[in-house]
């Protein structure tokens, strides 16, 4: 049955333990904090939590360079405090997915202290070396303008060691058996704590075999279906979410043909030419990226997102393109970043309540399960005076209360947004709970609108032809029902005539107004769309 795969009505909602809420008031976020927040994200209806790394962390990397994955930091709390928040989780109806991180470690990582102890150390051969640094030694870097090579010398053996990220984040040798054996006892530790499955950072990387001479070899997807043979013994509904950003024709094998490999994936493509049409106005090149990547197996599914804990990443944008991205969301060369994308939050880069609406009507209405960043549902602000990723990794902010009600500490781990349209005075979930058109009071509404909706997440759909560029129309069909949603990207108001044979419907009911449109004698609907207006019908089946 395809409703026994809950991922597909699922809405998940992304956050940073750190930033998100502090419960001992010592200046960083925990889980005793995250616990006092469950009713709040009950409230908004969501269903599924993705957790940051929280594990024990020298903490270089937002704590993506981990040096203990069996444990909690200790700024975070303990493994007790994990379980009660895993319980109350549980109690509420919602799932949890962490993050799993195992292209890299730590440098302080104890499997990477030994390996580079000596080059006889059992743990040698965990990591990547060379004894000579090798040719491609600076090239095929993550952070650009940043990082400054991929081979550093370590001084202890005098090798050279690979690392895609960081060089405190050297990778793991997944072609070595014993490491993949690891990351298998990684998961299996996390699921018996009750974990719904991981967000698998860093996909492809997890799959390569580093070359010296820089030549490019297959990807191992036969280790990506041994890792989803292990979560399903373990688990038969857990699943994982892949952080892959290829192009739509690489895609298929990450899912696998057959749907054996990753159960989810983010959809890079998409998100970057929905943008794109944001910027432009032009649904032209968003249409292709939908259609580029429909071909999927019925157990995957693709998770649709606006923004996550990184720059908004244009990278698979033609020059011409992205310039256009750039001028209209991030002109200044403060918001941009690594030359490929825009490190600001949501709400400032659009400008507009009401091109916030309409991007997030657009992402939850896509083929795939939405995922949120955590308060971009207050539209928060950034702060660009922060280094590279950080400026859109400030702590949620709760109330209009010092620090935003996050923490009663005097110092944070990063400070709040004080100054300006996106301070925290203004901008809080306090404020908007009392405001009945607020933007928090908006999206609760949607998520409600996207759960009623399961022919999104299961049915199959088909773009209508509007004749208008500026305009998406998009058909949904599951169980003889039909859902019809439009959505406009011009800054002007427009007027559709939908002819019945198109709509496949004689009578439309708009799900977030009490209206109905019956066809007129000429058999057709009149659809208006306000300025970046949109607009949700059920449809009654003429078939």
């Avoid at 929280?54 to 007790?80: A, E, W």
Wanted: aromatic share 12%; glycine share 8%.
């Amino acid at each position: 049955m395809m409703e026994d795969l809950w991922y597909k009505n699922a809405v998940i909602y992304s956050l940073d333990l750190e930033t998100f809420m502090d419960g001992n008031n010592d200046g960083t976020g925990d889980f005793l904090g995250l616990c006092d927040r469950l009713d709040y994200l009950h409230a908004l209806g969501l269903d599924t939590i993705w957790l940051a790394p929280f594990q024990p962390t020298p903490n270089r990397d937002n704590g993506y360079d981990i040096s203990d994955f069996y444990g909690v930091d200790p700024r975070h709390g303990s493994s007790g405090d994990f379980v009660d928040f895993m319980h109350k989780a549980r109690k509420l109806g919602i799932k949890v997915i962490i993050d799993l991180v195992v292209n890299h470690t730590s440098d302080e990582h104890r499997w990477f202290e030994e390996s580079r102890s000596s080059k006889e150390n059992p743990k040698r051969s965990w990591y990547i070396w060379s004894d000579k640094r090798p040719a491609n030694w600076n090239k095929g870097m993550v952070f650009p303008g940043v990082q400054k090579a991929t081979w550093t010398q370590d001084k202890k053996t005098g090798a050279y060691y690979f690392h895609r990220f960081y060089e405190f984040q050297p990778d793991l040798n997944t072609d070595n058996p014993e490491v993949r054996e690891e990351i298998a006892k990684i998961m299996g530790y996390w699921l018996e704590l009750g974990i719904a499955g991981f967000r698998v950072d860093a996909v492809p990387f997890i799959l390569e075999s580093a070359r010296q001479d820089g030549k490019e070899q297959p990807l191992h997807f036969e280790y990506l279906k041994e890792m989803r043979r292990f979560l399903q013994w373990r688990k038969g509904d857990a699943v994982l979410l892949g952080e892959a950003n290829v192009l739509p024709d690489e895609s298929k094998q990450f899912f696998g043909e057959d749907g054996d490999g990753i159960h989810l994936m983010f959809n890079f493509f998409v998100n970057q030419n929905a943008f794109l049409a944001l910027a432009t106005a032009d649904t032209t090149a968003l249409i292709s990226a939908l259609e580029a990547t429909r071909e999927i197996a019925p157990t995957s599914q693709w998770a649709h997102f606006l923004r996550n804990h990184d720059e908004l990443d244009l990278g698979r944008l033609s020059d011409e393109d992205r310039q256009k991205v750039f001028a209209r969301f991030g002109p200044e060369k403060e918001m941009q970043l690594y030359d490929r994308g825009i490190r600001r939050r949501l709400s400032p880069m659009l400008g507009s309540r009401q091109q916030t609406e309409l991007a997030y009507s657009l992402m939850f209405s896509l083929p795939g399960t939405p995922v949120i960043r955590y308060g971009d549902e207050i539209g928060m602000g950034d702060d660009l005076s922060l280094p590279e990723r950080g400026s859109i990794r400030t702590p949620m902010q709760w109330s209009a209360e010092k620090n935003a009600g996050f923490s009663k500490a005097e110092k944070l781990i990063n400070p709040v947004v004080e100054d300006g349209y996106y301070a925290y005075v203004h901008v809080n979930v306090e404020n908007q709970r009392r405001e009945p058109g607020s933007l928090l009071n908006w999206m609760t509404s949607l998520i409600r609108l996207r759960k009623e909706c399961p022919e999104i997440g299961y049915g199959t759909w088909e773009i209508l032809d509007t004749g208008l560029k500026e305009v998406l129309g998009m058909r949904y069909s599951y169980k003889n029902k039909r859902l019809l949603i439009w959505h406009n990207f011009s800054e002007k108001a427009l007027e559709l005539v939908v002819a019945k044979e198109h709509a496949k419907a004689v009578k439309l009911t708009d799900l977030m107004n009490n209206i109905q449109s019956e066809v007129n004698t000429d058999n057709q609907h009149t659809i208006t769309l306000e300025a970046y207006g949109y607009r949700w019908f059920r449809g009654v089946d003429t078939e």
